[in-house]
């Protein structure tokens, strides 16, 4: 880089050549200025001051010979009326002969012949003039013609022959002008010439310049950056000519490998991940034959197993039966261990097979209304309620895409598992109630039961995870893990809120409908613009629309009128729809 600042850069040499034609042209045009110049002076003199001189000239003559006529007609008359040219005369003389002094400034041969003439003149009125007047007005006309000789004549004619030389003289000063008008005009026209041949010069040097050192080198970039385009990454770019364009070339050779270093890491990644393909295509091909296999196994489990296992279990029945009381003890608790065994065996198989037909039979999703659900779930959950003495509410439920019998399943596992896990001595109360969070419903089933603690959130979700014995708490384990597959399918998330003060609070998300996020969304605006917290989404306590409403206990039995009909004495006119199922 620093070999490429050794050179002149594009600007300096640009720069340079400029300033060269400009100092040129400078200099050429002040040299017109002064040739102009002083061609207008000597134009002036041929026009101004010259031409006027030669007619001041005649003007002269024309004076002097007025004075000669005036003094011959006043000597043959004696008629003082003639002597009125003289005196004209005379004055135009002195005023012709001021204006060509003016003239005739700088001319020392026209003002030397002018002097002549001048002193001519005089010497005629003094030795001819004055003496013809006087001689004239003394003795008479007679007298006054006597003085008039040949002698007096050939002195005027000295006097015209003097003005003669001035006119000569003029003529010769206004050729040296007009010679000097000539040689000026030649010296602009020629100075134009070189001016002219200058620029074109210039302009060529300019021309040859930028092609060599402009259009060349950008040219021979251009042609090299095309090649990288093409294709050719691992082409080396080369600049040539001014530092600038070297430096750009270098840039861009910098980005080509760069360029050319992200795509071999592109490359790469690209077989890494075709092999990643390859690699997920026959785990895919596993998976496919492992589904097949578990598909193969479910439907032993669901014919060929439940076949001698309902076998076992209705002789160990029979056996029970027949033998009850008749056998010593220890057979009787053999024969209950049998037929315990064989029952939890049929209902793990069972739950088994539910578990792996989540996402597998499907009927497709459809606007499910949740409030029916419920009314559902109250009627599966009945007998158990009744043996507990639990109660059941909740509050008003929304609409969401979704599979009917799934969604049934995993709120009946939900509300199962609350009155299941109750504390002694206290009834059951489960509460499900939704609130909309963003673009979901938040769903939360809460309880007064034995709680669970923090540390074993998420074990209760995997399969097969129990955190009391069996004899306990009835089940197989399998309860959670398959409402937590449901929500999964559906789109949304399950967790346990471990802040709760008393009980279980297990909330899961699933999509809100489109027309309830804009709903709620121009709610919240009209909130924001009234200045009141009606469109606020609700926090938890059984409300959809944000109205506070607490949840109204109204008798409900299933199969009534859901979000917000009108039941026997059920208060559920637009509010939040609050129901309870109380059984006991």
């Not at 002549?116 to 004055?130: F, K, L």
């Not at 995870?465 to 399918?489: C, F, M, N, S």
Request: with cysteine; glycine share 10%; hydrophobic share 40%.
């Amino acid at each position: 880089m620093n070999a490429y600042r050794q050179g002149w850069t594009l600007r300096r040499r640009v720069v340079a050549l400029l300033t060269v034609v400009l100092v040129l042209l400078l200099g050429l045009a002040a040299a017109e200025a002064a040739v102009a110049a002083k061609n207008r002076q000597n134009i002036d003199a041929v026009l101004i001051r010259t031409g006027p001189l030669r007619v001041q000239g005649q003007e002269l003559l024309s004076a002097l010979l007025d004075q000669e006529t005036g003094i011959r007609g006043y000597a043959v008359n004696g008629n003082r009326e003639d002597l009125a040219p003289y005196r004209a005369g005379l004055q135009r003389e002195q005023a012709t002969v001021a204006e060509m002094e003016k003239l005739a400034a700088g001319y020392a041969g026209v003002l030397r012949e002018l002097r002549v003439v001048e002193q001519g003149a005089a010497q005629w009125r003094e030795q001819v003039a004055e003496p013809v007047i006087a001689t004239t007005e003394r003795s008479g006309p007679a007298a006054g013609q006597a003085l008039i000789t040949g002698q007096t004549r050939q002195q005027f004619d000295g006097i015209r022959a003097s003005l003669n030389h001035l006119q000569t003289e003029i003529l010769i000063v206004r050729q040296q002008s007009a010679d000097k008008v000539n040689r000026t005009g030649n010296l602009l026209v020629v100075l134009l010439i070189v001016a002219a041949l200058v620029v074109a010069v210039a302009g060529a040097v300019m021309v040859i310049s930028l092609d060599r050192i402009l259009i060349r080198p950008l040219a021979g970039l251009v042609g090299q950056v095309r090649e990288v385009a093409a294709g050719d990454y691992q082409h080396h770019i080369e600049g040539s000519g001014p530092p600038e364009f070297r430096l750009l070339a270098d840039d861009i050779d910098g980005m080509r490998q760069k360029i050319a270093r992200e795509l071999a890491e592109v490359r790469e990644a690209r077989e890494r991940i075709e092999w990643v393909n390859s690699q997920l295509q026959k785990q895919t091909e596993e998976l496919t034959r492992s589904n097949r296999d578990l598909e193969q196994f479910a439907y032993v489990a669901s014919h060929d197993l439940q076949e001698p296992l309902r076998k076992v279990a209705s002789f160990c029945q029979l056996l029970q039966r027949r033998y009850a009381g008749q056998l010593d003890e220890r057979a009787d608790q053999y024969i209950a261990f049998a037929v315990d065994g064989a029952q939890r065996m049929q209902r793990l198989i069972n739950d088994l097979l539910a578990f792996s037909r989540i996402g597998r039979l499907t009927t497709g999703f459809t606007e499910v209304d949740l409030n029916k659900v419920m009314g559902d779930v109250a009627g599966q959950t009945e007998a158990a309620r009744q043996y507990s003495d639990a109660e059941l509410t909740w509050g008003e439920l929304p609409v969401i895409r979704g599979e009917e019998p799934l969604l049934t399943n995993l709120l009946a596992n939900l509300v199962s598992n609350s009155i299941k896990f109750r504390r002694p001595d206290v009834p059951p109360k489960v509460h499900v109630s939704a609130r909309l969070v963003g673009d979901e419903w938040e769903i939360s089933c809460q309880d007064n039961g034995i709680g669970i603690e923090a540390e074993f959130a998420d074990k209760i979700f995997l399969i097969f995870q129990r955190l009391h014995a069996k004899d306990a708490y009835p089940g197989t384990g399998i309860g959670l893990a398959i409402a937590k597959k449901i929500v999964e399918y559906h789109g949304g998330r399950v967790w346990v809120d471990t802040g709760t003060e008393e009980g279980t609070a297990i909330r899961f998300t699933l999509p809100a409908l489109p027309e309830d996020v804009e709903a709620a969304k121009a709610a919240a605006e009209a909130g924001a613009a009234d200045g009141t917290a009606g469109g606020e989404e609700s926090t938890g306590d059984g409300t959809v629309a944000g109205d506070g409403a607490e949840d109204a206990p109204v008798g409900r039995q299933p199969g009534g009128p859901v979000r917000g009909d009108a039941a026997d004495g059920a208060a559920g006119h637009g509010t939040t729809g609050g129901m309870k199922e109380t059984v006991g």
